[in-house]
């Protein structure tokens, strides 16, 4: 079970990556057309990715001041969307498993004996 929750959250990880890759490829092109690793390094995303900022101030420390005036909310929008649906995808997974935990309880119904005999006809 281990390897499986690891190897989710290496796939999760790899899926806010991705959305902060497309972001700056969204954010270069609005820009003129500048490099889209001048709005965001692949280092830079992938430090996003690891240490998930919630503010300016932790993003800042990431990326720098001027980029964080210049991209900073759209990133952080980024990530705040990334955060919910994971933690969304965690209830989820936790409804299904008291669900299922509930269902087995349920089908596990006492056995009831009923003796005859033939004399009662």
């Known amino acids: 079970m281990?390897?499986?929750?690891?190897?989710?959250?290496?796939?999760?990880?790899?899926?806010?990556?991705?959305?902060?890759?497309?972001?700056?490829?969204?954010l270069s092109s609005i820009q003129g057309g500048i490099f889209p690793h001048s709005v965001l390094s692949t280092?830079?995303?992938?430090?996003?990715?690891?240490?998930?900022?919630?503010?300016?101030?932790?993003?800042?420390?990431?990326i720098g001041k001027l980029k964080t005036e210049r991209y900073g909310s759209r990133i952080l929008e980024q990530v705040e969307k990334y955060s919910d649906a994971v933690q969304t995808d965690e209830l989820n997974e936790e409804q299904v498993s008291q669900n299922r935990a509930t269902k087995r309880l349920k089908s596990k119904k006492a056995l009831v004996v009923i003796e005859s005999s033939d004399d009662e006809a």
């Open 43 to 62: 280092q830079q995303i992938s430090m996003i990715n690891a240490q998930k900022p919630n503010s300016v101030k932790q993003l800042e420390k990431i």
């Open 2 to 26: 281990t390897g499986a929750k690891s190897a989710k959250r290496s796939l999760s990880s790899s899926v806010l990556e991705f959305q902060l890759d497309e972001l700056r490829k969204e």
